[in-house]
């Protein structure tokens, strides 16, 4: 059984900064793109960051936020600065992970709350 669990949102004035992480645990064999979505109160969810070879971000994020992993430790991290109230959202982790038995599957954890105050 894969679990992606995260941790590190919570209340954070605007301007300030966050640091999300992931991790991966259970019968894998590899770990290919991670990433991170958020969801917003009446919104569709949407792409913050993923990370492979490369990285991929949002726009709306360039410059503010950085993803990065750490293979050894399968988790990837969301650093978040100069933090905006439309950042609030709940953030959720995704990686495309092939498990032991080289079942390829994609998971998703189970969210953690930003919420960022004007």
């Known amino acids: 059984q894969v679990q992606l669990v995260e941790s590190g949102g919570g209340l954070v004035q605007a301007g300030g900064s966050l640091r999300l992480s992931c991790s991966a645990s259970?019968?894998?064999?590899?770990?290919?793109?991670m990433g991170w979505y958020r969801q917003a109160p009446g919104n569709q969810r949407e792409l913050v960051a993923v990370?492979?070879?490369?990285?991929k971000y949002a726009d709306s994020v360039k410059g503010r936020f950085t993803i990065s992993r750490d293979n050894a430790k399968n988790t990837v991290y969301l650093q978040m600065s100069s933090l905006k109230p439309e950042d609030t959202a709940v953030y959720y982790c995704?990686?495309?992970?092939?498990?032991?038995?080289?079942?390829?599957?994609?998971?998703w954890g189970q969210g953690t709350q930003v919420t960022v105050s004007s």
């Open positions: 259970g019968s894998i064999f590899t770990i290919n793109r």
């Open positions: 990370i492979l070879s490369g990285t």
């Open positions: 995704n990686a495309d992970i092939i498990a032991s038995s080289r079942l390829r599957n994609e998971y």
